[in-house]
């Protein structure tokens, strides 16, 4: 009976080895598979690079259309300031405001300027400093009376603006005597400004800055009281929180020390703009004028 238990004791024993084997065999790829990815700070150091999306957008990003590169805008300044500070290169990925989220998400840009909307925060994240302040302003005609929105809140004032947007809400609830007149988009708004359809396009300046010089018609003006709205770069949301916070540091350093005005300054020069003339992004200087 002792060597029968003895036998039955070995087989069981290899038995539970075979299992125990076997089982390591198959949860071992799985742990392997289920490692943690590199974080963004840890690829952009590995491969020396730090990639931005880009998307046709005067004044923050321009390509120039005979070499194929992104050679000016604010943002474009400002990432290859981020890559010298980093030390890396700077690599610049072609993408649409539509995509950009898909492409932090599907780790194929690092980040992308971006308006830090509650809804975007839901799914990607963003520095706790602003990078910018925008302000909402009109293209107006000539002779329009347009210094503050009293001044266009008046009967048959017409004003476009895009339909359901936080333009379109602030100017129904500022100018309620104008005729406002709703478009689907950017593009439709200033085509009725282009058109004589309408006296005035309200939108947050820069697409206007580009839009006045495309018109040679119109003047830009940020009515009062001004209402100015933060803008920021969206990063990849993740655990290791490394990078957002280096571009928080560094977009706040480029802000403070007056870089970012100058940045943009020099480009609106570049595009036949005057800057003294054009709204500004650093919003102290549009409080204190």
Same mark, same amino acid.
């Given at each position: 009976?002792?060597?029968?238990?003895?036998?039955?004791?070995?087989?069981?024993?290899? #038995?539970?080895?075979?299992?125990?084997?076997?089982?390591?065999?198959? $949860?071992?790829?799985?742990?392997? #598979?289920?490692?943690?990815?590199?974080?963004?700070?840890?690829?952009?150091?590995? $491969?020396?690079?730090?990639?931005?999306?880009?998307?046709?957008?005067?004044?923050?990003?321009?390509?120039?259309?005979? $070499?194929?590169?992104?050679?000016?805008?604010?943002?474009?300044?400002?990432?290859?300031?981020?890559?010298?500070?980093?030390?890396?290169?700077?690599?610049?990925?072609?993408?649409?405001?539509?995509?950009?989220?898909?492409?932090?998400?599907?780790?194929?840009?690092?980040?992308?300027?971006?308006?830090?909307?509650?809804?975007?925060?839901?799914?990607?994240?963003?520095?706790?400093?602003?990078?910018?302040?925008?302000?909402?302003?009109?293209?107006?005609?000539?002779?329009?009376?347009?210094?503050?929105?009293?001044?266009?809140?008046?009967?048959?004032?017409?004003?476009?603006?895009?339909?359901?947007?936080?333009?379109?809400?602030?100017?129904?609830?500022?100018?309620?005597?104008?005729?406002?007149?709703?478009?689907?988009?950017?593009?439709?708004?200033? #085509?009725?400004?282009?058109?004589?359809?309408?006296?005035?396009?309200?939108?947050?300046?820069?697409?206007?800055? #580009?839009?006045?010089?495309?018109?040679?018609?119109?003047?830009?003006?940020?009515?009062?009281?001004?209402?100015?709205?933060?803008?920021?770069?969206?990063?990849?949301?993740?655990?290791?929180?490394?990078?957002?916070?280096?571009?928080?540091?560094?977009?706040?350093?480029?802000?403070?020390?007056?870089?970012?005005?100058?940045?943009?300054?020099?480009?609106? $020069?570049?595009?036949?703009?005057?800057?003294?003339?054009?709204?500004?992004?650093?919003?102290?200087?549009?409080?204190?004028?």
């Amino acid at each position: 009976m002792n060597k029968t238990f003895a036998h039955a004791g070995a087989v069981i024993g290899v #038995a539970i080895a075979i299992t125990v084997a076997a089982l390591l065999s198959v $949860t071992a790829p799985a742990a392997q #598979a289920q490692s943690p990815s590199p974080s963004t700070w840890e690829t952009i150091q590995s $491969t020396g690079k730090l990639r931005m999306g880009v998307t046709q957008a005067p004044p923050w990003y321009s390509k120039n259309p005979a $070499t194929g590169q992104w050679e000016s805008g604010l943002i474009v300044s400002i990432g290859q300031a981020m890559a010298n500070d980093l030390d890396v290169e700077l690599e610049m990925v072609e993408v649409t405001w539509a995509t950009a989220i898909a492409a932090l998400q599907a780790n194929k840009i690092d980040m992308m300027f971006l308006d830090a909307t509650p809804s975007r925060a839901r799914v990607v994240d963003y520095p706790f400093q602003p990078l910018l302040y925008i302000s909402l302003a009109v293209l107006a005609r000539d002779d329009l009376a347009a210094e503050s929105w009293e001044d266009l809140n008046q009967d048959g004032v017409r004003v476009a603006v895009p339909q359901a947007t936080s333009m379109d809400a602030f100017l129904t609830r500022t100018i309620p005597n104008a005729d406002i007149q709703r478009f689907p988009d950017n593009g439709a708004a200033l #085509a009725a400004f282009q058109s004589g359809r309408v006296d005035a396009v309200s939108l947050f300046h820069p697409p206007l800055l #580009a839009a006045r010089k495309k018109f040679g018609a119109g003047k830009l003006v940020i009515p009062t009281p001004a209402f100015s709205s933060p803008s920021s770069i969206a990063v990849r949301r993740e655990a290791d929180k490394t990078f957002r916070d280096w571009v928080s540091h560094a977009i706040f350093y480029y802000y403070e020390t007056g870089r970012t005005q100058k940045w943009y300054e020099a480009f609106l $020069t570049e595009f036949g703009l005057d800057p003294k003339a054009s709204p500004v992004i650093q919003r102290e200087l549009l409080f204190n004028k």
